[in-house]
T-cell receptor, first 116, second 115 residues
């Protein structure tokens, strides 16, 4: 069974600074995806960034980037130039590629507060 | 991507009653899921909604309590039956888009409070 661990329940960062959220996972699968989702107070789950396990290149989406270390089973999220709107819960998630088990396995989340 | 809508967005229900939540997707998708998010918690998978067959439930969730329908590839319903205060949660549906960029997208959620 897969597990996802987020060891930082809460973090804070000053506006315009950079913050890194940690995520580790455990799996025996070789083909999978990793995601970071953002959940603001509205409770909508918003996809932030996606990484395919077979790709060595780290994914980037504007101010968001990941550090994907497959051997170490680590998948951290870096947010650059933090903005007040980045304040939210952030969930790391694992999904097997293809097949019939497409559901996500979530970590417990990290609550990020961006301070002015 | 996929655009997903859910109805209702929120509801307050009495103990012992049932509520049906609808999930509509703007394109045909094979895989659709229902999750529960209890207050202050992460998301937990309730079941996989299978088109044309019975849903596949995760451990701890049963069909009598959470019956699911999936009449076609764009629509599903989740019913929360015989509700108790412990069922107060956010219920979210999600879909997996197929192809080279498999990704899972979520509906806006239904916030349920049971009194």
């Amino acid at each position: 069974a897969q597990t996802v661990t987020q060891s930082q329940p809460e973090m804070s960062v000053q506006e315009a600074e950079t913050v890194t959220l940690s995520c580790t996972y455990d799996t025996s699968e070789n083909n999978y995806y990793l995601f970071w989702y953002k959940q603001p107070p509205s409770r909508q789950m918003i996809l932030v960034i996606r990484q395919e396990a077979y790709k060595q290149q780290n994914a980037t989406e504007n101010r968001f980037s990941v550090n994907f270390q497959k051997a170490a089973k680590s998948f951290s999220l870096k947010i650059s130039d933090s903005q007040l709107g980045d304040t939210a819960m952030y969930f790391c998630a694992f999904m097997k590629r293809g097949g019939s088990q497409g559901n996500l396995i979530f970590g417990k989340g990290t609550k990020l507060s961006v301070k002015p | 991507s996929a655009v997903i809508s859910q109805k209702p967005s929120r509801d307050i229900c009495q103990r012992g009653t049932s509520l049906t939540i609808q999930c509509q997707v703007d394109s045909q998708v094979t895989m659709m899921f229902w999750y529960r998010q209890q207050p202050g918690q992460s998301l937990t998978l309730i079941a996989t909604a299978n088109q044309g067959s019975e849903a596949t439930y995760e451990s701890g969730f049963v069909i009598d309590k959470f019956p699911i329908s999936r009449p076609n590839l764009t629509f599903s319903t989740l019913t929360v039956s015989n509700m108790s205060p412990e069922d107060s949660s956010i219920y979210l549906c999600s879909v997996v888009t197929s192809g080279r960029r498999e990704t899972q997208y979520f509906g806006p959620g239904t916030r349920l409070l049971v009194l």
